[in-house]
């Protein structure tokens, strides 16, 4: 074993035994021990900063889909008829059944993912980010016994951003609205809607 030893002028003027010092061994040990305990750490801080970047990013998508879900409601319980285009892409409402001009236009584009809520009068655009979710649709649809008509939004997540796989990957999730009456319901009385 080598031995590295310090020797002082005052250690050897007085006759006690030398200062002791470090072995090459001994502090190539404190050394890798040091370095393990450094690895561990910093591999817990990243899995720790990953999962608060997701956990932001979840939270930021919920609050996203939040604001979706209630300016679409909001905007399709005013309107009285809808008109959608064949892809299902875009969606026309009109708040008169007797004028059947369009007032506003909800429509789905990508790259990013995103619905575009126009009005038609103004030229004025909102625009909701749709981040972690691959496609979406609009439907309306009657159910039976219903008397208003229900407009609906599917939008499929990406499996990889929510954590899913297999059969629950392919679920979309449906927001729906009631339309504010149905257009076979409504008379006109004095050029104003019922």
């Known amino acids: 074993m080598i031995r590295i030893r310090r020797y002082s002028q005052e250690s050897s003027a007085s006759n006690g035994p030398p200062a002791r010092g470090y072995s090459l061994v001994e502090m190539l040990v404190v050394i ?11 591999t817990m801080l990243v899995m720790v900063m990953k999962r608060t970047a997701k956990g932001g990013n979840d939270l930021a998508r919920s609050e996203n889909l939040q604001r979706v879900v209630a300016r679409f409601r909001q905007t399709v319980q005013i309107a009285a008829m809808t008109t959608i285009t ?6 026309e409402l009109a708040h008169d059944p007797v004028i059947v001009k369009p007032r506003i236009r909800l ?28 496609r979406g649709i609009f439907r309306v649809e009657k159910p039976e016994g219903y008397e208003r008509s229900l407009v609906s939004l599917e939008l ?39």
Do not use: C
């Open 32 to 42: 890798s021990a040091s370095a393990a305990v450094l690895m561990v750490t910093y």
């Open 86 to 91: 064949a892809d299902g892409t875009s969606l």
């Open 107 to 134: 429509s789905l584009a990508d790259h990013p993912f995103r619905l575009e809520l126009t009005d038609l009068d103004t030229g004025r655009m909102q625009i909701f980010g749709l981040g972690g979710y691959l």
């Open 156 to 194: 499929w997540p990406i499996p990889e951003r929510f954590g899913t796989s297999g059969q629950h990957a392919a679920e979309p999730i449906t927001i729906q609205a009631a339309l504010a009456t149905d257009p076979a319901r409504v008379r006109p009385v004095g050029g104003q809607k019922n």
